[in-house]
């Protein structure tokens, strides 16, 4: 028997499929790389603008024929399509697909293929043993002896409803993940060989937020700073509001965590913001990156940006150009805002500003951002940094440095996995290329 994982999103959707295809072989199922070879398909899905979710319908469409031939075929949508409340709209939709699992929850097609023996992630211990929740975790047959950097889900859904965001309703209200559990899964990861892990959550420094007198993300930074064998450790992402200065003293007192930072801050006027519901000015969002800067000197700092929210006029347009200028942050995602049905903006406000328009404004950004990040990258020329080798492309190897920059460095030795210092030999505004340093006591690392 045979499975077949197509991720498409965030990188919790990736560590979702990890637990989804580990599941699976746990019931004797073995990866299959064409989905026409598979006994059960699993389309892991993404929403947050329409583009993504046309293609995940396009993607689930395609299969149908195939189904056709193959009746004994089962197919499982999940991720934030189906969402937590969606299911019933998309089987009138798709009959064809067999199973409809909300995000993170592998439980529905555990339950369809054991015929009921388990039916959710937390229904029972021996639920959480089949869907791979405690410390027997395993990475795919696939993805062993070949991950250097793993990310581990630590709080899911979101309770913070920002006006253009459908991800609260479509993952749910904000869970955190037990601390044991946590920690479990990165001594798990370590011993497959893994040396990075990333935490996630929609927005990471809420953890422990729902628990009472719980652990914060500042607490769990320094649990997972002493597990053996994890050299790096990354989260994301965060949020202005809750990024608080134990957060940051963590990350300056412990060398493991890596000085990167995604710090959303979506726009640069007041009135934008306020109409996002973000819950910040802007002249907050330039005081706190200016407190991260002082306290972390060497940190890179990445952003998201929307551009064309309903309501964004040329002149507030200019104030997030503006504030990009001033800030020179070493990374900018840049979206178009994009309506998302049962959102509050959507319900709300009328997305009046054109499509024309809001490529314009992105490409601007897009300029400015590409302008910036090629000076700052310019000061890593000649100097040596440490670069994790993750894996090997055509016949480079790419890896990232602390600040998260992406380095390609040609060599026929196998540096998968091993820590070693570079000199920048060139560096252009997406990546850099280097030459490996020959240092015994780094490459035994």
């Known amino acids: 028997m045979k499975y077949h994982i197509w991720t498409e999103g965030c990188q919790m959707n990736v560590a979702d499929s990890q637990r989804v295809g580990a599941s699976l072989e746990h019931l004797g199922y073995i990866s299959a790389e064409n989905p026409e070879e598979a006994d059960v398909i699993v389309l892991n899905t993404c929403v947050v603008r329409q583009s993504a979710e046309d293609k995940a319908i396009g993607r689930v469409s395609s299969f149908k024929k195939l189904k056709e031939k193959k009746p004994w075929l089962i197919i499982n949508l999940m991720g934030c399509l189906v969402g937590v409340r969606g299911a019933e709209k998309l089987r009138e939709r798709l009959p064809y697909v067999d199973v409809f699992s909300p995000p993170s929850d592998p439980g529905p097609l555990i339950s369809h293929l054991t015929q009921g023996e388990i039916q959710s992630l937390e229904n029972s211990e021996t639920a959480r043993r089949f869907l791979m929740m405690d410390e027997e975790l395993k990475l795919p047959s696939a993805e062993r002896g070949k991950t250097v950097s793993a990310h581990i889900p ?101 060398p493991r965590v890596m000085p990167h930072i995604e710090l959303p801050i979506q726009a640069g006027d007041d009135a934008v913001l306020a109409n996002m519901k973000r819950g910040y000015t802007q002249q907050q969002s330039r005081d706190l990156i200016a407190k991260i800067r002082d306290r972390i000197p060497d940190c890179s700092i990445a952003t998201d940006i929307i551009v064309g929210f309903p309501g964004e006029t040329e002149a507030q347009f200019m104030e997030t150009h503006r504030l990009l200028s001033d800030l020179r ?68 190897w790419k890896g990232r440095t602390p600040t998260n920059k992406l380095v390609f460095v040609e060599s026929d030795e196998d540096l998968l996995g091993q820590l070693l210092p570079v000199t920048v030999t060139w560096a252009g505004p997406w ?8 240092q015994p006591e780094l490459l035994s690392l």
């Open 154 to 254: 630590i709080v899911y859904g979101c309770s913070h409803a920002c006006a253009f965001c459908i991800i609260p309703y479509k993952r749910g209200a904000e869970r955190s993940r037990h601390i044991g559990d946590i920690i479990a899964e990165a001594r798990s990861l370590a011993k497959q060989g893994v040396k990075e892990i990333t935490l996630l959550g929609q927005i990471v420094d809420r953890y422990g937020v729902d628990i009472p007198d719980g652990p914060k993300l500042a607490d769990l930074l320094r649990l997972i700073h002493e597990v053996d064998g994890i050299q790096r450790i990354r989260f994301l992402t965060s949020h202005p509001n809750y990024f608080d200065d134990a957060l940051i003293q963590a990350i300056a007192d412990l």
């Open 431 to 438: 990546s850099m290329q280097a030459s490996l340093l020959k």
């Open 329 to 396: 942050l070493d990374v900018a995602h840049l979206a178009r805002y994009s309506a998302r049905e049962g959102t509050v903006a959507s319900r709300r406000m009328e997305d009046d500003v054109t499509e024309e328009e809001k490529m314009r404004r992105f490409r601007l950004l897009e300029e400015l951002q590409e302008g910036i990040v090629a000076e700052i990258n310019q000061k890593y020329l000649g100097e040596t940094v440490e670069v994790l080798f993750e894996e090997k492309v055509k016949n480079r």
